[in-house]
């Protein structure tokens, strides 16, 4: 399929709860890693370890989903930063701390 093409748009409801499930799980172990790295003995085990993980996960996850098509992987794309959103809101809502609350409204 190229740009050019007719977009079946239910074609990309998949690659669209894909990319919202990565995205989801991507920032939660980021809140994780950010949580658990600030007090580790090693900090930087956690954060190179975590940052290895999730971008190696990402980038496999998004090309296996793109399968070379460019609207698979924008419908991937669009679904990853919703997932961002809705794990930004669920996290605030879970922790009602002023300096985690803080903290989280500056994450990537």
Do not use: Q
Not at 16 to 28: D, K, Q, R, S
Not at 82 to 88: A, D, E, F, H
């Amino acid at each position: 399929m190229t740009l050019t093409e007719n977009v079946n748009l239910t074609s990309l409801i998949f690659p669209f709860l894909i990319g919202a499930v990565l995205g989801c799980c991507f920032f939660y172990a980021l809140w994780f890693t950010v949580k658990k790295g600030i007090n580790a003995t090693h900090p930087a085990l956690w954060f190179l370890g975590s940052i290895l993980v999730r971008m190696g996960t990402a980038i496999t996850v998004f090309y296996w989903v793109g399968n070379n098509d460019i609207w698979h992987l924008i419908a991937c794309l669009v679904g990853f930063v919703i997932g961002r959103i809705l794990m930004t809101k669920v996290i605030n809502k879970a922790n009602p701390t002023d300096a985690e609350k803080g903290a989280l409204h500056h994450a990537p």
